[in-house]
Structures are given as C-alpha cells and as structure tokens.
C-alpha cells in the first residue's frame, strides 16, 4: 500500500485565516482526492486533484473556498481559505496507486478546530 | 444523487457472536469498499469488491457484492472487541474516477 503523510496533524485557526494542508506520497500515484469528515459525520468528497490542471469539485465545494494544487505524481495541497467555526472538520488525502488494482488510501488526516 | 444507506448505524454485540452490516446503494456502480475507522484514526481499506457476487474474507470478516440488487454485506464471525470500530461502505459513483460517496457508518461495539 501506498504511505501517504499530511501537515500538519492538527491546527487551530482564527476566524478568517486560511490554512494550507500538504499531502505528500512515498511513490507515484495514479489518482488524489481530498475529503472532509465534519465531527462524528460520515466523509464527503470535497474534490479531486489532478496533476498539471485545475481540480475537479463535487457539489457544494468551490475553488475560491477549497483551492487545490497537484504540481506532480505524488504531492498535493488543500487551502481552506477565509475560515469559519463551520469549517472545522477532518480533512483527508486519498491516493489511488493505480498500479496494484483498485486500492484507495487515506492519510492520517489532519484535524482543524477554527475559533 | 448516489445513497448510499447502511444500516445498522450502531451495533452493540457480545463476543463470540455473528452479525452482518447492510450497504445498499442507489444506482448502478461496480465498485464497493468496506473501511474501518477507529476513534481518531484515519480510514483503513478492508475490502475492494469489484463484481456482482464478489465475496471476500478476511479473518473474521466477510464482504460481499450483488450488484443486482445493489447490495453489500460485511459479516461478523464470532465478534471479537478488538472489532471494535466504525465500519463504512463506500460507492464508486464516477465509474471510473475512483471517487467515493461513503455511508453515514456503523458503529459497532463488542462487549465481553
């Protein structure tokens, strides 16, 4: 499987703010997405990143919100911009290696309280 | 718009027991993961069921897929607490894109 990391852990924002979250795979992969898991909730696909062009949002996310970077095969970065309490949630990286069947994997996830 | 339903969405069990977790989806889609999730942790992937009639095990767990009906089924066998967990089913819904719509979850607690 594929080792996937995310920074930070765990933040604590200001009404307001943005926070970038890096994703980063130890190896080449076919496909990223990102998600969010709103406390004691279920995940829900926030978008999906893809490499060298603008990504792909589900219904109710927006790149002015949720602006997503994929510069290669194996990094990405999630903004939450102009945060509000509402915006505190999970949000986590998947990769799809693509190579070894049909495989989704997530990462630690990174857990953003905003005040 | 993809449901995906499962129920139960909680589940306290004893030990030594059996029991089976419904997933039913809302359209057609032929690709079906089962995660686990424990307190504060991230996604586990247990199972990837490709097909109609797809049956997986994994020590004493147990997926499987009828497309046909739009049905997956994740059994306990002889509960254990370390199964202790929340367990969701996740749908396909790009067919081919790999992005995922997750049940609301099921979690489950094994009691001795």
């Known amino acids: 499987s594929a080792v996937i990391s995310q920074k930070p852990s765990r933040d604590i924002c200001q009404r307001g703010t943005s926070l970038t979250i890096q994703c980063q795979v130890d190896?080449?992969?076919?496909?990223m997405f990102w998600y969010r898991q709103q406390p004691g909730q279920s995940l829900t696909l926030i978008a999906t990143a893809n490499q060298g062009s603008e990504a792909t949002y589900e219904s109710g996310f927006v790149i002015d919100k949720f602006p997503i970077s994929r510069p290669n095969l194996t990094f990405s970065t999630l903004t939450v911009s102009n945060m509000s309490p509402e915006d505190s949630s999970i949000y986590l990286c998947?990769?799809?290696?693509?190579?070894?069947?049909?495989?989704?994997?997530f990462g630690p996830g990174t857990r953003l309280t905003v005040t | 718009e993809l449901k995906v339903e499962q129920n139960p969405l909680f589940l306290s069990m004893q030990e030594g027991k059996n029991y089976t977790i419904y997933c039913n989806y809302s359209t057609t889609s032929d690709r079906l993961y089962w995660y686990r999730q424990d307190p504060g942790k991230s996604l586990e992937s247990l199972f990837v069921?490709?097909?109609?009639?797809a049956v997986k095990q994994e020590g004493r767990l147990m997926a499987s897929l009828d497309t046909k009906a739009r049905l997956s089924t994740l059994h306990i066998t002889a509960a254990v607490h370390d199964l202790s967990a929340t367990y969701f089913c996740?749908?396909?819904?790009?067919?081919?894109?790999?992005?995922?719509?997750f049940g609301k979850g099921t979690s489950l607690l094994v009691t001795p």
């Open positions: 069921l490709l097909s109609n009639g």
């Open positions: 998947s990769v799809v290696p693509g190579q070894r069947g049909h495989e989704q994997y």
């Open positions: 996740a749908v396909d819904i790009s067919f081919s894109g790999y992005a995922l719509n």
């Open positions: 190896s080449q992969v076919t496909m």
